[in-house]
């Protein structure tokens, strides 16, 4: 019985002193961590940034209006215009993979569905030309269907892109 007397009161503040050294290393541990995803935020948001840099302006560049704008097609038939504007829509996307790291899965598949559209519309409008005819009535209406289908799947990926890059600002 005198030996509970001096045990349990030893006992009882080794306990208390464990449990005081316990929460200070937690909440030291905590603070260490917040520090180092402060610090590994502030490097990343820059680069995060420029993938979402990247992926606007591959959503522009893969336009009709942008596409065309930088081709010489007064010598191409409609053949040779849809073949080369579906090339330069794949290598646009092709070149961009890697940006996929940075953004949303959302956003991601919101891009992906930009390139699939974009394959569907141009060769849907080369069904209604014979495929040696000129390029120029082909390109003029790529132009002006694009144009005047509402919001584009090229508008719609735009916007969950600046949103979502605007949420990671804030």
């Known amino acids: 019985m005198e030996i509970l007397k001096y045990c ?4 009882i503040v080794l306990l208390a002193t464990w449990l005081v050294l ?13 520090e180092l995803r402060k610090a590994s935020h502030k490097e ?27 081709m010489d097609i007064a010598n191409l038939t409609v053949q040779q215009l849809q073949i080369l504007l579906m090339k330069t829509v794949r290598l646009e996307f092709d070149h ?14 919101a891009v992906i569905l930009v390139e699939e559209e974009m394959i569907s519309f141009i060769a849907a409008g080369a069904k209604n030309f014979a495929p040696d005819s000129p ?28 949103e979502e890059a605007r949420s990671i600002m804030n």
């Open 44 to 70: 990343a948001l820059p680069i995060r940034l420029r993938g979402y840099e990247r992926l606007a302006i591959l959503l522009e560049r893969t336009t009709p209006e942008h596409m065309l704008r930088d």
């Open 96 to 109: 961009n993979l890697s940006q996929q790291v940075y953004v949303s899965d959302a956003v991601w598949e």
């Open 22 to 34: 316990f929460k200070m290393l937690r909440e030291e541990r905590d603070k260490r961590e917040f």
């Open 135 to 162: 390029a120029l009535p082909y390109a003029q209406q790529l132009i002006t269907v694009y144009s005047s289908n509402g919001q584009t799947p090229n508008q719609l990926a735009q916007i969950k892109l600046r």
């Open 8 to 11: 349990l009161p030893a006992l």
